[in-house]
């Protein structure tokens, strides 16, 4: 199973989620097709440019939980001062996408951010 993990900010675009993940994607040498799902951590639920992105790329939206979020903490590739003191976690989008993708996740390559979002994506044995 492949995840495209997404933290943001709130209110953003669909377009500029889209960017972020199109470079992550180019990053890994993966193609949009190749993506399963797309994750977020829970409290991103209502956040109505990450649903519109699930909607277009026609994939699911994973709804990651804090707990589910900071077991794979661990096993993130990039860290960020301020999502650790707010989040609690490294990185919103490597920690949403490892707990995403399942048993024996990891990522493809260190996070893409953005001046809004940052994007990871995930490979492991699903949920």
């Given at each position: ?9 709130k209110?953003?675009t ?6 972020a993940?199109?470079?992550?994607l180019e ?9 399963d ?28 939980s ?10 993130a ?6 999502v650790?003191?707010i989040k609690g976690?490294?990185?919103?989008a ?5 707990a ?7 990522l493809l390559?260190p996070?893409?951010a953005?001046?809004t979002?940052?994007?990871?994506i995930a490979?492991?044995?699903g949920?």
């Amino acid at each position: 199973m492949m995840v495209a993990g997404i933290g943001c900010r709130k209110g953003v675009t669909p377009d500029a989620i889209g960017e972020a993940i199109a470079t992550a994607l180019e990053r890994c040498s993966v193609s949009c097709s190749q993506i399963d799902a797309l994750a977020t951590e829970s409290a991103k639920s209502s956040e109505e440019g990450i649903i519109a992105t699930a909607e277009t790329m026609a994939v699911p939206l994973v709804f990651v939980s804090h707990s589910e979020m900071t077991l794979v903490a661990g096993h993130a590739l990039t860290s960020s001062p301020r999502v650790i003191a707010i989040k609690g976690v490294p990185s919103v989008a490597e920690t949403a996408a490892l707990a995403a993708a399942g048993r024996s996740a990891r990522l493809l390559a260190p996070r893409v951010a953005t001046k809004t979002v940052t994007c990871a994506i995930a490979v492991g044995e699903g949920r």
